[in-house]
């Protein structure tokens, strides 16, 4: 399964995989391991012994420091802490973010025992992340359709192309551009191409230009149609 059809599956929805304690962030890891990346699930009594009993084999430890930010699929991972009752908790990375904050999947942060988006800082027993072994579970197929921009997303009229400017937009897109005419957040536009680039990028072709949707680290635009 695709990560992001993942959290589509599970957004707003209690799960509870082993029937006992209502959802807790465990029952989302361990669902994560088998249904995204295909393994035997390898959990852990409490989510603070992750950070040391996790499975080798399909993840690599990244220690948590002032610099890093956390990348799409990412399992983060907090350790012992008085703002998370002493037991640690898991969520799975969406890639928004920066050094100060970062977004993650969640169930049971702040005692809320269902799956949804949380943005959270670095502090409160963060340690780093989990980050599986295997890139390519990740990568949704890309068709041509109605996309949604996450963010303020410039237009190029190529792949990395020059940005074009308000006036160089269609009607259409410069009702929904800002002054620089960049796409404002939130933006619904037509793709008719999807072009994948050799550095892994994943590029929208509409009648104003070229919006890049994706990189190998984050998601720009979502599909919606």
Not at 67 to 75: I, M, N, S, Y
Not at 184 to 194: D, G, K, P, Q, R
Request: a neutral charge; glycine letters at 12%; charged letters at 20%.
């Amino acid at each position: 399964m695709y990560i992001e059809d993942f959290f589509n599956k599970y957004n707003g929805k209690l799960l509870d995989r082993d029937g006992a304690y209502g959802g807790q962030c465990m029952d989302l890891y361990n669902q994560y391991q088998q249904e995204v990346m295909g393994v035997q699930p390898r959990g852990a009594l409490y989510a603070k012994l992750v950070w040391e009993d996790y499975d080798r084999n399909h993840f690599t430890k990244i220690v948590n420091t002032p610099e890093f930010v956390p990348q799409l699929g990412d399992v983060a991972v907090w350790t012992a802490d008085e703002s998370n009752g002493k037991l640690g908790h898991i969520g799975i990375c969406t890639g928004k973010g920066d050094i100060n904050t970062f977004e993650s999947f969640d169930q049971n942060w702040e005692y809320k025992q269902y799956c949804r988006f949380v943005w959270h800082n670095y502090y409160g027993g963060f340690t780093g992340v989990l980050r599986p072994k295997f890139g390519e579970i990740f990568k949704q197929e890309y068709t041509p359709g109605l996309y949604q921009t996450l963010y303020v997303m410039q237009v190029r009229d190529s792949i990395w192309g020059r940005v074009k400017t308000k006036n160089e937009l269609t009607l259409d897109g410069q009702k929904n551009s800002n002054d620089a005419g960049n796409y404002l957040a939130s933006t619904n536009f037509n793709v008719l191409e999807i072009i994948k680039h050799i550095d892994g990028s994943i590029w929208g072709k509409g009648l104003s230009g070229y919006v890049c949707i994706r990189d190998n680290n984050q998601i720009y635009c979502k599909k919606i149609g």
